[in-house]
């Protein structure tokens, strides 16, 4: 729907042509998608009830796990619900707010993302190659600065985005060929000069994904150095562990959004890599963290036997009474 602004149409729909190539599969592909979404959310939630609920794990590296696993909620609740949409209706219409409204939490989650595994990165560097110094370095104060700092920075510096972006000009047309609304398609549709736009994203960019990657890499060159002067290979394999799975989701994560960037005209790779980090990182964040970790095991199994005494103990009541 257009309605009549000055001299030209503006857009108040926006469509989403979402995956063109896949209308013969696309029943199974869309409870393909709607199973990932609900393993992603009960997977993540997981996570934070075993670490909230286990002693054990009452330290800094699974507090930041917990705030990753809130952050890829967002992410995946931002933009999946509206992909099931699109899978089955083969594209949907969104209000022009709405695709706003998308675009803004999907670029919090992404920007909360990058800190977030930067975060993890020192703290893997204060325990691996300062462990003397790890507690005073990174204590519960700190632990709650740093995370609240990061939500802090990434809502309002995303906000200033958001709100120059909504100030554009879109006079048509109101197709995008991508499944969720982000900047470049947006920018596409577009009758205004984006000129100032493009520097604050660029910015942003730099801001919340070079030099978080930066830092990640230099901590696990000392990282990298410090295990090296370990001198049993059991020792070095056990302190490489701890860091095994991180490093998985930083490769993982950063890679599929190098590429996008690499190759931006490329709309098929785009919108597979796009897809990848939206859907499948978040789904495997928590599988990668729990099976390569010991102490989450052991508390998800410990977990489970205390609910299910918990449960038939409940039962157990109700039948005496």
């Not at 286990?54 to 952050?71: E, I, K, N």
């Not at 060929?177 to 009758?191: A, M, N």
């Not at 520097?199 to 696990?220: K, Q």
């Amino acid at each position: 729907m257009n309605t009549q602004h000055h001299n030209f149409s503006k857009v108040t729909d926006i469509l989403l042509l979402g995956f063109q190539n896949v209308q013969i599969f696309r029943f199974p592909f869309f409870l393909l998608l709607l199973l990932i979404y609900c393993v992603t959310v009960c997977g993540n939630l997981l996570i934070i009830v075993v670490v909230s609920s286990s002693r054990s794990l009452h330290s800094p590296m699974y507090f930041f796990l917990t705030q990753l696993s809130m952050s890829d909620i967002l992410l995946t609740t931002t933009i999946e619900p509206g992909m099931l949409h699109i899978v089955f209706y083969d594209g949907s219409s969104v209000s022009f707010i709405g695709c706003l409204i998308q675009f803004y939490f999907s670029t919090v989650s992404v920007g909360l993302e990058c800190l977030l595994l930067t975060i993890m990165s020192y703290d893997r560097y204060q325990a691996i190659c300062r462990p003397l110094h790890y507690t005073s370095a990174v204590g519960l104060t700190f632990c709650l600065k740093v995370v609240l700092l990061s939500w802090l920075i990434v809502f309002t510096t995303m906000l200033m985005l958001f709100f120059t972006v909504s100030h554009l000009d879109f006079c048509g047309p109101n197709i995008i060929d991508h499944f969720f609304c982000d900047l470049q398609p947006l920018l596409e549709l577009s009758c205004s000069d984006t000129f100032i736009i493009k520097m604050e994203s660029l910015f942003l960019s730099i801001l919340f994904a070079v030099c978080p990657l930066t830092v990640i890499m230099v901590s696990y060159v000392y990282i990298i150095l410090s295990i090296l002067k370990i001198p049993s290979v059991t020792g070095r394999q056990k302190t490489f562990s701890t860091c095994s799975a991180h490093l998985t989701v930083v490769s993982l994560f950063y890679g599929s959004i190098i590429i996008i960037y690499v190759f931006p005209h490329q709309q098929n790779a785009k919108t597979l890599l796009s897809l990848f980090y939206t859907v499948v990182t978040p789904l495997l964040n928590p599988i990668i963290y729990s099976l390569s970790n010991r102490d989450i095991k052991q508390a998800l199994w410990k977990l489970i036997i205390n609910t299910y005494h918990a449960i038939f103990s409940n039962c157990k009541i109700v039948i005496l009474l």
